[in-house]
């Protein structure tokens, strides 16, 4: 197992959070496979979860709607039907939260505050 999945394990779900300029862009298979597993149709899919046609929408927060609101962890609630773009981050490279200090400064207080770890 490599480093990168050794840290998803542990780690509060940093890329499930909106960054700005960042996007992620579902396919019509990506909406599908989420149709099926939450048994509606795409139609309904797209109305109930998407936005700019092709994005997740986000909470308050930024964290996506689909991430689990746990106050010890965080994880995806679709995740056997979660996103090609999901299924493939960080693409076989280093998972950038383990090296960019700027991106943890960033995400990490809004993980704290989401958690219950931080006072509003």
């Not at 989420?34 to 109305?47: C, I, M, N, W, Y």
């Not at 927060?61 to 981050?89: I, M």
Request: hydrophobic residues 30%.
């Amino acid at each position: 197992m490599g480093l990168n999945r050794v840290f998803c394990n542990y780690c509060p779900a940093f890329c499930c959070y909106r960054l700005e300029g960042s996007i992620l862009l579902l396919t019509a298979t990506d909406i599908n496979r989420l149709a099926r597993h939450l048994q509606l149709g795409d139609g309904e899919v797209r109305k109930r979860y998407i936005e700019n046609r092709n994005t997740f929408k986000v909470r308050e927060d930024g964290s996506c709607v689909f991430l689990s609101n746990g106050k010890l962890s965080k994880r995806c609630s679709v995740h056997e039907a979660r996103p090609q773009q999901c299924r493939d981050f960080p693409y076989d490279e280093p998972c950038p939260y383990l090296h960019r200090e700027d991106l943890l400064a960033e995400i990490y207080p809004r993980v704290e505050k989401s958690m219950g770890l931080q006072s509003e």
